[in-house]
């Protein structure tokens, strides 16, 4: 059963950049490869919100709202998923949770994946 961390987060000023990463371990080269790995994020109080979603084959699905700010892409060789995050703002300060599965659509549908990491805090300041 795959195990995730992530690891990046932390405070940054609006308009400032972050790159969270997910480490994956547990799992063989093969079948990390078959997974579809997602970014979410989640505000107390509120509904996780998806982020972004990478498939096999590198191609990614991202949340419109981010206007292109945040990049998501993944490197298998060293069972990685990394978010880029750009032009950062205080509406963006959330807990950050990468997951991963093997759902039918690669979407940032939270109710598609069944495994998650703990979460990564990431703090935006005015």
């Known amino acids: 059963q795959v195990q995730l961390q992530e690891s990046g987060g932390g405070s940054v000023q609006a308009g400032g950049s972050l790159r969270l990463s997910c480490a994956a371990s547990g799992i063989a080269f093969r079948d990390y490869r078959s997974l579809c790995l997602a970014w979410f994020r989640q505000v107390p109080g509120k509904e996780r919100e998806g982020i972004a979603a990478?498939?096999?084959?590198?191609?990614?699905r991202s949340t419109d709202s981010l206007n292109g700010r945040f990049t998501i892409s993944r490197d298998n060789a060293k069972y990685i998923l990394y978010l880029e995050m750009n032009n950062l703002k205080p509406e963006d300060t959330a807990m950050y949770y990468c997951?991963?599965?093997?759902?039918?659509?690669?979407?940032?549908?939270?109710?598609?994946?069944?495994?998650w990491g703990q979460g990564t805090l990431v703090t935006v300041a005015s």
């Open positions: 997951a991963a599965d093997r759902p039918f659509h690669c979407n940032p549908q939270p109710k598609s994946f069944d495994y």
């Open positions: 990478i498939d096999t084959d590198g191609s990614a």
